[in-house]
């Protein structure tokens, strides 16, 4: 099999037998992207001398016996983590030239236990959008193709270019975050395996921040199992996040292929919501039954707030944007344009560096912050979002974990949804409760639809449950026996 083909668990058997060395893996991947990222546009900056210079050191290590569970492992880097002495965007002008002099926790845990960075991706201007096409470097193209049809897809977003960079074979795994399903939703438009932890499980620090009170970073590959090796390590207290959870972090690839006899899977009622595609109701009901197959028993309930997710989650995050966006004053971080007094310079400087999007946040946000509208809307939004919590701690009671669709279509075209904020909104619609109570999610490719596009289910489990999510997803994975490849891959294009 190809080297762009293979799993991170399979390839780091593979380096540990010699069956190739880990400068050839990393090689075979930096190749890769000089091939495919012209097109894709899935990474804004490649570290193709660094990576191979890398792998050198991995293969003295492996040489050692001292390997680690990600040595030799390329991997891409979300461009919103911190990474020391590498340029670091957010896909915004305004960091266009930051170079950080630190590394995020994520980051150096990763490093921490040998992965090779092959660059860093790209994605929706500062983590705001469902398509990654807001970012200032251009959008990425998703590698999956509707069939006999070439028009340009989208990968999802905000975590696109991971995504993206994930299927087509430009990285065997790589970094997402996710603050109302930037994770999740790329993962299922792209066919891989997306996992957002439970929030306070890794780390925030040196993760360039969106809403703070919502973001968390996660893994995505193309198996369950790549997964758990990714989150084990990225998982983790650390005491420079004031929201970071000090619990243990559990062994999760033993929760792989563990039974799932009399496991509860719940089924909201509120998810077999308008705008669901058919092929996703099927997928969903398919979902259904392989788990039952499994040994679940399958449980009806309800989470009556759903309906208010979007509408509280689109003032929540604005307004901590709003909030988390004032540092970029053109005298701390980043680009500056002069001006002749302070505030000339701030707005000069606000004006060039933000995109429409992310400038519509901010308006959104300052306006919902603001004196006489505080009220109504922000302290609102934030007692609707206790009412979201309690739905799943209810549900919780009943149930061991949730099954849903991930996204109400499969991706669409470029351009397609781009002039309604309000629809390209809607993407979210699945995602965004699991990120407003803070429980962990995760989306897992089930199969491909009538035009050939990939289609994720979504399991939401119990706070600091991953276990249960990794658990199911694996039952899942091999239930759908998903083996499919895009039409753009690094094995394809050789
Ligand atoms: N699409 C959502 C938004 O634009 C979620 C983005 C994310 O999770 N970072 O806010």
Sequence with gaps: MSLTELTIAD?????????????????????????????????????????????????????????????GIPLGIKDLFCT????????????????????????????????????????????MGSANITSAFGPVENPWKRNGDDAALVPGGSSGGSAAAVAAGLAMGATGTDTGGSIRQPAAYCGIVGLKPTYGRCSRFGTIAYASS??????????????????????????????????????????????????????PAEYRAEGLSAEIGAAWLQGIAWLKAA????????????????????????????????RYDGLRFGERVPGDTLDAMYEATRRAGFGPEVRRRIMMGTYVLSAGYYDAYYLKAQKVRTLIRRDFTEAFEKVDVLLTPTAPTPAFAQGEQSDDPVQMYLNDIFTVPASMAGMPAMSVPVGLGATGLPLGLQLIGRPFDEETLLATGSALEQAAGFTHRPAIRAEAAK
Excluded: W
């Design 214 to 267: 919502l973001d968390q970073a996660g893994p995505m590959a193309r198996s369950v199992r790549d997964c758990a090796i990714m989150l084990q390590s990225m998982a983790g207290f650390d005491e420079r996040d004031s929201t970071s959870v000090n619990c243990d972090v559990p062994d999760y690839s033993a929760a792989i292929g563990r039974s799932l006899k009399g496991l509860k899977v719940g089924i």
């Design 84 to 127: 020391n002495g590498v340029r670091t965007t957010a896909a915004s002008n305004i960091l266009r030239n930051f170079v950080p002099p630190y590394e995020s926790t994520v980051t150096a845990n990763l490093l921490r236990d040998g992965a090779v960075f092959v660059g860093k991706t790209n994605l929706d201007e500062f983590a």
């Design 295 to 326: 040994g679940c028993e399958i449980v009806d309930v309800s989470l009556p707030h759903t309906k208010y997710g979007l509408a509280t989650y689109y003032i929540v995050a604005p307004a901590e944007c709003s909030s988390n966006l004032a």
């Design 11 to 71: 390839a780091a058997s593979g380096l540990r037998a010699r069956q190739f060395s880990a400068v050839e893996l990393v090689r075979a991947h930096v190749d890769a992207i000089d091939a495919l990222n012209p097109r894709l546009n899935a990474y804004i900056t490649s570290t193709r001398e660094a990576a191979l210079k890398a792998a050198q050191q991995a293969d003295e290590v492996l040489a050692r016996g001292e390997a680690r569970s990600l040595t």
